[in-house]
């Protein structure tokens, strides 16, 4: 996908090790890639910057993945920006659960790069419809 600008993805966690890992997945596309420890830090984060997409750690400190992403909900600017959650357990509760709090996409650790990267490629380009004002509906 030919890009002339660096859409923004926001990674929101504490460890480290898993940001840098999806970050090397995603390496030789468009994208800038930003760090939040807590959902305090990613909340200023995305009402300072176009984000176009959000990875959720489901198990970060202080607040986990989907209270973070319902809290994200709540606020209308926010809620159209699509949430992936990113888990290092095999829970189908867990995916349920993310889904009814809006996460759109959900990745177990250890990150995959073949499976990531064009899944994330496929958000950004609803992100990118979104913001030409297209239409789009998950329904039949």
């Known amino acids: ?3 002339d600008s660096f859409e923004n993805i926001l990674f929101v966690g504490g460890q480290s090790e ?6 090397a997945a995603l390496d030789g596309a468009s994208y800038r890639f930003v760090r939040a420890r807590s959902w305090t830090e990613a909340l200023r984060c995305l009402l300072r910057e176009e984000i176009a997409v959000i ?4 198990q970060m400190s202080g607040m986990n993945g989907g209270e973070a992403a319902d809290h994200m909900k709540s606020h209308s600017s926010l809620e159209h920006i699509p949430v992936v959650f990113i888990s290092g357990t095999a829970d189908a ?13 959900f990745f177990m650790k250890p990150i995959i790069p073949k499976e990531l990267k064009p899944r994330i490629q496929g958000l950004i380009c609803l992100h990118d419809a979104r913001k030409k004002g297209a239409r789009w509906s998950l329904s039949a």
Do not use: Y
Not at 55 to 58: E, R, S, Y
Not at 95 to 104: D, Q, R
């Open 18 to 23: 898993h940001s840098r890992a999806i970050e």
């Open 55 to 58: 990875l959720i750690d489901v």
């Open 93 to 105: 509760g867990g995916f349920a659960t993310g889904c009814s709090l809006g996460a759109i996409d």
């Open 1 to 3: 996908m030919e890009r």
